[in-house]
C-alpha cells in the first residue's frame, strides 16, 4: 500500500492512527451461504470470520489499503458487521405479460384523443 521512505526510526514504537475520509466509504453486500455450506441450519462459522474471509478473498487483492470498521456491529449477535437479508421479489414473483397488439393500444388512443 504504502511505504514510507524517510527514517523509520523516528516512527518505531509509535501507533499511527488513520483519518477516515466520507468520500472513498463504501460497503460490500456480503453473502451469507459460506456459513451454511453443508445445508445445516446453524451456521458453521461465526460472521465475523465470514466478513474477514470475503474481505480478504474480495476486496483486499483489489485495493490494498482497504479496511473493515470494526465499529459497526450487529445489535442482536455482536459480531462484526450489520446482518441483513435482500428478497428480490421481481426475480421470485414476477410472471412475464406480453404486451398487447400495437393495434389494440392505436385503437383505444384514438377513442381516447378524439
Known amino acids: 500500500a504504502f511505504e514510507y521512505k524517510g527514517n ?14 466520507g468520500d472513498l466509504r463504501d460497503n460490500e453486500n456480503v453473502p451469507l451461504k459460506e ?11 461465526s460472521t465475523t470470520q465470514m466478513v474477514e474471509n470475503y474481505f480478504n478473498r474480495e ?7 482497504a479496511w473493515i470498521n470494526d465499529t459497526k456491529r450487529d445489535d442482536k449477535d455482536g459480531e462484526l458487521g450489520i446482518v441483513g ?3 428480490p421479489f421481481n426475480r421470485h414473483f414476477y410472471e412475464y405479460q406480453p404486451p398487447r397488439d400495437l393495434a389494440e393500444i392505436d385503437e ?7
Open 8 to 21: 523509520v526510526k523516528k516512527w518505531q514504537g509509535k501507533v499511527v492512527t488513520y483519518k477516515q475520509d
Open 59 to 65: 476486496v483486499a487483492p483489489h485495493v490494498s489499503d
Open 85 to 87: 437479508y435482500e428478497i
Open 35 to 45: 456459513a451454511y455450506l453443508n445445508g445445516s441450519a446453524q451456521p458453521s462459522i
Open 108 to 114: 383505444e388512443l384514438d377513442a381516447v384523443s378524439s
